[in-house]
């Protein structure tokens, strides 16, 4: 007899799970089930039955080809009472769990959908509140949104990152720590260490308590130190011998505290107030938020979360700065698939820090091993230590600056042993942990570089530092020429391609190529700034003219929710060391989304796809940042504007023919008050005195806007870093200041002499030529086409800094001669300057997420048919709408290529597959035997055009039009399908 489970998920809601289709599997019998489909399927059924005990895993199918991923966990209380304690154990199971952002739970006459990053919070004895109760009879269209991602947009109040047990347990022990180290009063990384110990020794008495193996729980203790447990072992003083023993019995140096090089520290820990970290580890101290083991289970709680949470360890700051899980998962999954399993294999990470690029990647050599292993015997058993130890020491290497980020880098990979290991009675006794000197190694990697000869690494992974290591004393960024001119001096070490700037992360990508296997992959998170958007092509073209790049994944629009409340723009770099192919680049744009700013998994749809010529890669500098404001038609626009002449170009004649001056205002630096002598010797950025700055007027630049200078003062200053020259600050002067405000770039035209500072550009020009700055002035003000010109030029505007924000040269980059730049713009032109100001310039982007209107369709579809009818439009025939298409959460437009004069008609509608089934020919070839509607489809027809997408409006602007139009266009093109 079936379950309602079974009745509900597999007959009326959930379909079953197909290759490419979305759809549920049960966990029991996985093993078998999971036969005809992808690993990943495989290893996420185990995890869910095993660990989590759940009864099913809905999967879902993503539109870029990656394997199926578990979305939804499903729990089976069809025939039984579920209690509080069971709704309690499950959520802090789901929460500790990380796996998937949300879980069902169906009873007798519903499915209750929870969030699982909801923190739980243990309100009236209950941990968690449903989100979502669904009727059985009501529940298929909720049950089909996560199907096509619409479910996350749909609840962008719910599955917060903030809420989650990783970013609440980063926070919980920063406050252990601080607390830890200021009340022991014992060495930052004294305290670090015995911490991260401390937690490695609790994690192995919670995996023992679990496996009840009596080994380690409660007997270990006992027999050596007549203690009853690890915090009972602490509380009586006994931690450092427990140490000693742990060093002895489990070897890998992982506990060791090593009685020459480390005399004082172990004195130390035998003085110093350790007791407290029993207080914490047993999670007595709720008052003072340090509750760390009543609601966290290592049991649950992934090696690869636990070891971005040892990252935040190694920083004072107050951000998060670790690279988030997501991110390393996906870089993992590309460069190492599970469906493709490599024997000896060999990789390092250049900048380890705590270890997760290395726990991840060993994770998944574990994964290979284990697969292989099932192919052969349909059983997918754990691998024995003697495997996992030889698997770490051949493959995993990891290099870093700092001794504490490699002793974290060691604890992560010894728990990622532990969680691959079938802890039974004989695996406890046999337990020893890898020496991995060798492996994990602390040095500067430009020494390490420097020293070392050969290429044998398959992959480099991981996230290097962006900047160099603070100088200890001024507590600051050394400078960087001078860092790796002392370098080059004490060894040898220099960069075989001239690196912007001394950009630190760009040292490590070059380097780093220097230890890879021919044809072997490097794949690093890079600042994208300097990597993507600067306009100065050189450093890209010696390098993607040595290598081969192989696609870009960019999380710029992304900058501000990735890495804390620091804004960082990144993008990982997948590069081949082989001569450079003739194959197009993927420049993949994550976008500002729900899914990717909580940071619940990586989701793109197909607008966020670009694909890149190399040559493009070599010779365009705008590429980049027209595909990051959308692409299409935004590429070829700035094309063509970029080689009109500019006003840079008409400044410099100006300078030579007649006395014009152009240049940034003075730089103050630091105050008279703090200067001291060596302030004032003469080198770049020397100070000096400036008679004509001081006692004239000036205005600050927050005081002037797109409605001009609003106050003035006297400078009182008298010394100056870059006091510039006397006449930039004479009249006739036009001032820029170096932004995009709402309506206009700041600029007004001064008729007396007045100062200015560095973010604000002054032109000097003669009197007699003050029309020409008058004209410069008219074609600024209040001009949509300058702002948007600047927003997609500019390598500073929407990247690291605010989207207003500019540079000298962009504002110089500007087309500017006799004829207005804007008479050569096409009204497919004019469409993308508006859509470019109104929503991304304009920082209206919120609306992008709500419905479209009617009247917005329209609008969509005019365009679209106008811009496929000025190619196709005959006398008797043009593209036009035939039908709207209400499916609910989609709209599908129907356009026929007919007579004239079709009328619109709208239609609402249930069943938008079995629409678009009708409307493919029978005999048209690769005929799908039924058909998903996954966020975005294209039917295209001899004579009918079929697009269904979601309501939002960020797929219904005119631009999206243009680019719909233009991919409908190359489709009749490559498949040579006629119109008549």
Known sequence: MKTLFEDITIETLFPPLQKGKSGILSTNNYESVAKDFSPEVLFALEMAKNRFHADAVYFRYFSDERAATPQLYLFDYSRKRITKEDKNRIHLQMWNGYQVPVYGIIDKSSISIFDARETPKNKKGVYAREIIKLAAKTATDTIRSFADGLFWEENPNHFKFEESAARDLIYGLKNVYKDFQEKSGIDSHIALKLLVQSLLIKYLEERDEKSKSGYFAGTYFKHHFQCENFCDTIRKGKLLDLLDQLAQDFNGKVFEWDKNTERDARIVIQKAE???????????????????????????????????????????????????????????????????????????????????????????????????????????????????????????????????????????????????????????????????????????????????????????????????????????????????????????????????????????????????????????????????????????????????LLQIIDFTKLADKLWGRKKVATAALFLQKSEPDKENVLHLVANRIVSNQNRLFLEFDHYDFHWITKEDILHNPYIWKANLLGGGRIVRLIEKLSVLPTLGDFLKDKKKEKQ??????????????????????????????ADFLTGSLCFDPNDFDENGITRTYVIQDRYFQWPRIQELFQAPLLLIKKNIEKESVPIIISENNISFKNEIIGIHAPQNDIDLLRKIEANFKNSHFVRFYLTVISSRSGINRSISTLLQQDILSLPFSDNEPTSSLSMADEIIVKDIVHYYLSKNEDELAQSTSIDKINVFSSVFCRTLNSIYQTEEKSFQLFKILDAGKYYALHFEYSSPNIRVTEEKTDDLEQYVEHLIPPSQEKQPESVHIQKIMKIIGKDCVLLVKPKQLRYWLPSIALRDADEVFAAYIKTRLSLC
Not at 446 to 475: H, M, R
Not at 660 to 682: A, M, N, Q, R
Request: with cysteine; hydrophobic share 35%; proline share 6%.
């Open 274 to 548: 350790i007791k407290l970290l029993a207080d914490y580890l047993d999670g007595d101290n709720q008052d003072n938020q340090y509750v760390l083991w009543r609601l966290y289970s290592f049991e649950h709680l992934p090696i690869e979360v636990i070891s971005s949470v040892y990252e935040e360890l190694l920083t004072n700051s107050k951000d998060i700065v670790y690279t988030p899980e997501m991110i390393v998962g996906t870089l993992v999954d590309e460069c190492m698939p599970l469906n493709n399993p490599q024997s000896d294999f060999k990789l390092i990470d250049v900048s380890c820090g705590s270890g997760i690029f290395l726990v991840k990647a060993f994770k998944r050599m574990v994964q290979w091993w284990r697969y292989e292993q099932w192919l052969k015997t349909d059983k997918l058993d754990k691998p024995p230590l003697d495997v996992l130890n030889d698997l770490l020491l051949k493959s995993i290497h990891g290099i870093d600056i700092q001794q504490d980020a490699i002793r974290l880098s060691v604890f992560s990979l010894a728990l990622a042993i532990l969680d691959e290991v079938n802890l039974d009675p004989p695996t406890w006794e046999q337990l020893q942990f890898p020496n991995l000197d060798s492996n994990i190694v602390t040095q500067n990697f430009f020494k390490y570089i420097a020293s070392k000869s050969g290429n044998n690494f398959d992959l480099v992974i991981g996230n290097p530092p962006f900047n160099l290591p603070k100088d200890e004393k001024t507590g600051k960024e050394p400078d960087r020429k001078q860092y790796f001119k002392k370098l080059k001096d004490e060894t040898g070490y220099q960069s075989g391609i001239n690196i912007p700037d001394e950009n630190p992360a760009l040292h490590f990508l070059v380097q780093s190529m220097t230890l890879l296997k021919q044809d072997a992959t490097l794949c690093l998170i890079m600042p994208s700034g300097p990597l993507l958007y600067q306009k100065d092509l050189k450093f890209k073209q010696v390098l993607f003219s040595k290598y081969n």
């Open 660 to 689: 014009w001056i152009v240049g940034d205002g003075y730089i103050k630096g630091k105050p008279d008050s703090e200067l001291v002598s060596t302030d004032f010797k003469k080198k770049k950025g020397g100070y000096s005195s």
